[in-house]
């Protein structure tokens, strides 16, 4: 994880990077600003590794002013619940025509720690680094929605380079309930697959195992189902399940311990205003 000193780097670098977009227009500086805080317990496992179903209990915060906004987790869609989904991270969200949207953002990225696991002893660890995103989506039909996002390392930690794309669909069961419903896939250069997925010769070679190399291609389907429930002006209780499905080149490597995973998660949140 990164340090406190470098998350503030990352605000200030995303700040100066949207501003100059909008300099000429002031008026979003008399925008109230929205936050949320909240909390979910989250139970899930990863592909890389073997460790047993986790479950943690995972804060959740949001604040925006005008175009700008900092968030985690899922808090960035539920401070404006029933509306499109939004970046999280450090970002900027802007409207380009009336059915698309298109954001930019800085993320964390926590890398990957094997810790003491025996079984991957000798293999490096992935570093935290930061990821910037440019992220846009459209609506179509009543309930349609495409989106797609491409990523990068931003601090140069052999990180590379991420496309995704997904199609969802919002089930309204009521103005204050519905369901997001969503597929999507990631694909990955070379550069990032490799160092999430493969073993060098020169690791090889120092742990005895065999090289593993991989080339630019997809890493995963996804499918999920969102439900969220506006309770009030200030209450939303959310909960859903997301499913992995690795493929391709990573779904054949040695660090891959799930070639199908999940995450189950429930939560509830407060939004106001300052």
């Given at each position: ?140 039909g009543d ?13 140069g930690r ?82 859903g399940l ?33």
């Open positions: 994880m990164l340090s406190t000193k470098h998350q503030w780097v990352a605000a200030l670098v995303a700040g100066s990077v949207v501003t100059p977009l909008w300099a000429a227009d002031r008026d979003w500086l008399t925008i109230e600003g929205d936050y949320l805080i909240g909390a979910s317990v989250v139970s899930g496992n990863g592909h890389v590794g073997d460790a047993p179903v986790s479950r943690d209990f995972k804060p959740m915060w949001a604040f925006q002013l005008g175009p700008f906004r900092v968030s985690r987790s899922r808090a960035a869609s539920l401070m404006q619940a029933g509306r499109e989904k939004l970046e999280t991270g450090v970002s900027a969200d802007f409207g380009i025509f009336e059915d698309w949207r298109a954001s930019v953002s800085l993320r964390v990225d926590n890398g990957r720690d094997f810790g003491d696991d025996p079984r991957y002893a000798g293999l490096p660890d992935v570093r935290s680094t930061l990821r910037w995103r440019v992220s846009t989506g459209f609506s179509f309930n349609w929605s495409w989106s797609s996002s491409y990523d990068r390392d931003f601090l052999n990180g590379g380079s991420r496309l995704s794309a997904g199609l969802n669909y919002r089930y309204p069961i009521n103005e204050m309930r519905y369901w997001d419903l969503g597929v999507g896939t990631t694909w990955g250069d070379r550069t990032y697959l490799q160092t999430t997925y493969g073993i060098t010769p020169q690791t090889a070679a120092a742990t005895g195992r065999a090289p593993y190399r991989l080339g630019s291609g997809l890493e995963n389907l996804r499918l999920g189902a969102q439900y969220t429930h506006v309770l009030s002006d200030h209450w939303v209780l959310f909960g997301d499913l992995s499905r690795m493929v391709s080149a990573p779904a054949g490597s040695p660090l891959v311990g799930r070639k199908t995973t999940h995450t189950l998660s429930a939560g509830i949140a407060f939004r106001g205003k300052r």
